[in-house]
């Protein structure tokens, strides 16, 4: 399965500020995805990163506040804008593979903490 | 509306007692249906999956899961708990994108 590098791993920041994480994959996927996961609390689709195009996102959460890019096949960033401590969550990201190997890997996830 | 349920918040098991953590799902088509598991944090490791097929399925760290069409099931089951198996638990269900049930935080006594 396609091994995912995420960074950064962990970070606060400061209220009305800016973070923005990187998702790396070692091979080319086509579905690759971001999700929150809220304090104690199961995970949440974010958007679909589409090569090439603008994400697909989900109901409740918008490209203000959630940009993201997807360059190619191997690299997505998303962004978490204007940032508010209802904010603080990790945020994952995911690739899906198809054919045999059907299935979805996870990034180890950024752990953010807004003051 | 496609959705995935996990009854139980929490559960508590001596170690070496058997486990079964439950799942229940609604989905308009086929599912393909998941269990990850995630150590405090840490991100989420697939445990097994389901497509097709034999609707017992095996995967890694001795658990296995049964699907159930009838009953639109997919418990998650272990015959013997090891104190490392301590974990929060997610089934998930989609295509072309993962729906998360809440998530099954087990506890293990010795």
């Known amino acids: 399965s396609a091994v995912i590098s995420q960074k950064p791993s962990r970070d606060i920041c400061q209220r009305g500020t800016s973070l923005t994480i990187q998702c790396q994959v070692d091979s080319q996927v086509t579905m690759m995805f971001w999700y929150r996961q809220q304090p104690g609390q199961s995970l949440t689709l974010i958007a679909t990163a589409n090569q090439g195009s603008e994400a697909t996102y989900e109901s409740g959460f918008v490209i203000d506040k959630f940009p993201i890019s997807r360059p190619n096949l191997t690299f997505s960033t998303l962004t978490v804008s204007n940032m508010s401590p209802e904010d603080s969550s990790i945020y994952l990201c995911?690739?899906?593979?198809?054919?045999?190997?059907?299935?979805?890997?996870f990034g180890s996830g950024t752990r953010l903490t807004v003051v | 509306a496609q959705s995935v349920t996990q009854p139980d918040i929490h559960i508590t098991v001596s170690e070496g007692a058997s486990l079964e953590l439950r799942c229940n799902y609604s989905?308009?088509?086929?599912?393909?249906l998941f269990w990850y598991v995630q150590s405090p944090g840490q991100g989420l490791q697939l445990l097994l999956k389901?497509?097709?097929?034999?609707?017992l399925v095996q995967g890694i760290k001795g658990f296995e899961a049964e699907f159930k069409r009838s009953q639109s099931s997919f418990n998650l089951r272990k015959p013997s708990v090891h104190w490392s198996d301590a974990a929060e638990y997610f089934c998930a269900v989609g295509a072309a994108k993962l729906i998360f049930g809440t998530g099954t935080r087990l506890q293990v006594f010795p």
């Open positions: 995911s690739v899906g593979t198809g054919g045999p190997n059907y299935g979805y890997t």
């Open positions: 989905y308009g088509a086929t599912p393909y």
């Open positions: 389901y497509f097709s097929g034999d609707t």
